[in-house]
């Protein structure tokens, strides 16, 4: 089993939809998670921290699930602009040691 | 002005050579780390600097040695390239947290496009 997994996608939507990733994660020790996106040809920038009791910017909600060992993305009324692939981050506690899952790519059509 | 910079932006080279890649970060951060990502896009971490000490090292060929100077630089150099080492690299920092451990976020470079010819 993977330590991350992704959706691969690709997730086509219109304008406006909302969609949600998700993201397991093989660790129960793991302390840290983020969400990144990635357009093309660029490098990785933070999106947002996921923390515990779950937390909002703006139209991205993100979630965590420690019982279940997964994090989740909600991107609500998606501009053009949202696609990208959104990468999923895991640190596992204790160290520096930082796993990135394969990304989701996501394509909001007008 | 740019947080984390890699030069070069582009690398095209012939099998056998030997190759450096040089990062600064100006953002006052204690840790840094060298990422590989290959074709299929996955990004996997291959070393990782606390305050100027080799903290991770991910598996990764002895060709490759990384060396930080200091806090604010973590240079790549690579030995005899091969073909599979075309990639792009990515170069981040990071504030490790009060407890010593990386849980706080990191950013990227704009990234080296290595070519192994």
């Known amino acids: 089993r993977k330590e991350v997994e992704q959706d691969p996608g690709p997730f086509n939507v219109p304008e406006g939809a909302t969609v949600a990733f998700n993201c397991t994660y093989s660790n129960s020790a793991s302390q840290s998670f983020f969400w990144y996106r990635q357009d093309c040809r660029k490098e990785p920038k933070l999106l947002m921290s996921?923390?515990?009791s779950g937390n909002e910017d703006g139209r991205f909600t993100a979630q965590l699930n420690r019982a279940s060992q997964y994090i989740s993305l909600l991107i609500r009324d998606s501009k053009l602009s949202d696609s990208a692939t959104y990468l999923c981050v895991v640190i596992p506690s204790g160290g520096f040691k930082t796993i990135f899952g394969a990304g989701t790519r996501l394509f909001v059509k007008a | 002005d740019t947080a984390v910079s890699q030069t070069p932006k582009y690398l095209v080279t012939q099998m056998g050579n030997d190759k450096s890649i040089k990062c600064e970060q100006n953002l006052g951060h204690d840790t840094m780390y060298w990422y590989k990502q290959d074709s299929k896009k996955f990004l996997k971490i291959m070393f990782s600097y606390n305050n100027k000490e080799l903290i991770i090292n991910e598996t990764v060929p002895n060709r490759f040695s990384p060396k930080s100077p200091d806090k604010a630089h973590l240079n790549l150099h690579i030995n005899s390239l091969e073909l599979g080492d075309s990639a792009v690299y990515f170069c981040?920092?990071?504030?490790?947290?009060?407890?010593?451990?990386?849980?706080?976020?990191?950013?990227f470079g704009p990234g080296t496009r290595l070519l192994v010819l």
């Open positions: 996921v923390y515990s």
């Open positions: 981040a920092s990071s504030q490790s947290s009060n407890t010593g451990t990386a849980s706080r976020p990191q950013y």
